[in-house]
T-cell receptor, first 114, second 116 residues
Framework: DTEVTQTPKHLVMGMTNKKSLKCEQHMGHRAMYWYKQKAKKPPELMFV???????INESVPSRFSPECPNSSLLNLHLHALQPEDSALYLC?????????????FGEGSRLTVL | DQQVKQNSPSLSVQEGRISILNCDYT??????FLWYKKYPAEGPTFLISISSIKDKNEDGRFTVFLNKSAKHLSLHIVPSQPGDSAVYFCAASATGSGAGSYQLTFGKGTKLSVIP
């Protein structure tokens, strides 16, 4: 299994909603990542988990709350988002916790905030 | 300030010919470089990488060249195939110690169209 699976693929939510994005991998990777990608822009790093511990938070607003329940799962909890948070949210994993950049990406969750 | 630059937003190439995608970087701490390929509605897929101790890495039809003095790398695809049509992202990493070792910095991407 060489896949990173993200659910849901599409999510529409209001600014007062609480929702979660989920990511799963069964490759035994111990580093997992959340990236955000806006249209015609490169992916931007949000969070890095290494051995289920948050190691990087790239100054992401608190309305985004990551969680890593175990080595295979990564969640991104969303609350009180703004329309400008609409984007493609990509989950990735890597076989190394020291990043040489060989990330395996999921297909992404397309988020629309109304 | 963009640390990884892909100055060509798009490129069209005839099937069978060579595709050359270019990338420039500004951060001297970058020591590992990668190319990712992205189809619409899919996440980026790792294609090929190169360490700064090398100047060339080859994998089948794909070759990446690194010119450290010019802070420039390029991806060559020979021969180009219609299935290669996608957006190609250049990315760089500083693998030294510290929090920055987790950061993968992407360029804005180049959309390659291979014409049959």
């Amino acid at each position: 299994d060489t896949e990173v699976t993200q659910t849901p693929k599409h999510l529409v939510m209001g600014m007062t909603n609480k929702k979660s994005l989920k990511c799963e991998q069964h490759m035994g990777h111990r580093a997992m990542y959340w990236y955000k990608q806006k249209a015609k822009k490169p992916p931007e790093l949000m969070f890095v988990y290494s051995y289920e511990k948050l190691s990087i938070n790239e100054s992401v607003p608190s309305r985004f709350s990551p969680e890593c329940p175990n080595s295979s799962l990564l969640n991104l909890h969303l609350h009180a988002l703004q329309p400008e948070d609409s984007a493609l949210y990509l989950c990735a994993s890597s076989p190394r916790t020291r990043n040489t950049g060989e990330l395996f990406f999921g297909e992404g969750s397309r988020l629309t905030v109304l | 300030d963009q640390q990884v630059k892909q100055n060509s937003p798009s490129l069209s190439v005839q099937e069978g010919r060579i595709s050359i995608l270019n990338c420039d970087y500004t951060n001297s701490m970058f020591d590992y470089f990668l190319w990712y390929k992205k189809y619409p509605a899919e996440g980026p897929t790792f294609l090929i990488s190169i360490s700064s101790i090398k100047d060339k890495n080859e994998d089948g039809r794909f070759t990446v060249f690194l010119n450290k003095s010019a802070k420039h790398l390029s991806l060559h695809i020979v021969p180009s195939q219609p299935g290669d049509s996608a957006v190609y992202f250049c990315a760089a990493s500083a693998t030294g110690s510290g929090a920055g070792s987790y950061q993968l910095t992407f360029g804005k991407g180049t959309k390659l169209s291979v014409i049959p």
